[in-house]
């Protein structure tokens, strides 16, 4: 089956293919949490090879860079990148797992200096199992699961 047919297409923009089916919500709030103006289009739970079922996302109008890119890596390590410009794919990427992340995400620990001091929230990425990531607060030193989080506010 041909993928375009799955979700209605866009003129111009970002489609992120190949997330793990249940992650794209997540990666659905990591994007509205950054900006809540894109205009975001997304399938669950889409056929995909191995019979397994895929989630997959489309922004409109809103090309990411690689280092964007590679912070869905923390939902979808498997996630692929495609820049879509008048209706054609342009540039097709796998995203890869960042080693640090800087000001996207504040720590979750309340107590953290990085809330009362004006810093840059920065991250340490480490892989502690397969599908497993974990975050190191640069500031606190406490480590926290990547899916901790889609649930925060930037
Ligand atoms: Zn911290």
């Known amino acids: 089956m041909d993928k375009k047919l799955q979700v209605e297409a866009i003129e111009q923009g970002t489609v992120i293919d190949h997330i793990p089916a249940g992650q794209g919500i997540k990666i659905l709030r990591f994007l509205q949490l950054a900006d809540t103006s894109k205009r975001i289009t997304i399938g669950l739970n889409l056929p995909a090879r191995n019979r397994q079922s895929k989630d997959l996302i489309k922004v409109a109008d809103v090309i990411f860079s690689e280092e ?21 794919v ?25 809330h009362s001091e004006a810093v840059i929230s920065q991250f340490y990425v480490r892989q502690t199992k397969p599908q497993q990531l974990k975050l190191k607060c640069h500031y606190c030193e406490k480590s926290f699961a990547s899916s901790l989080f889609a649930e925060l506010k930037g």
Not at 91 to 104: A, C, L, M, N, S
Request: aromatic share 8%; proline share 7%.
């Open 68 to 88: 964007q890119a590679n912070q869905l890596a923390l939902f979808a390590p498997t996630a692929t990148i495609n820049v879509i410009e008048n209706y054609a």
């Open 90 to 114: 342009v540039r097709k990427f796998q995203v890869t797992q960042p080693d640090r992340i800087h000001g996207v995400f504040r720590c979750p620990n309340s107590n953290c200096i990085s």
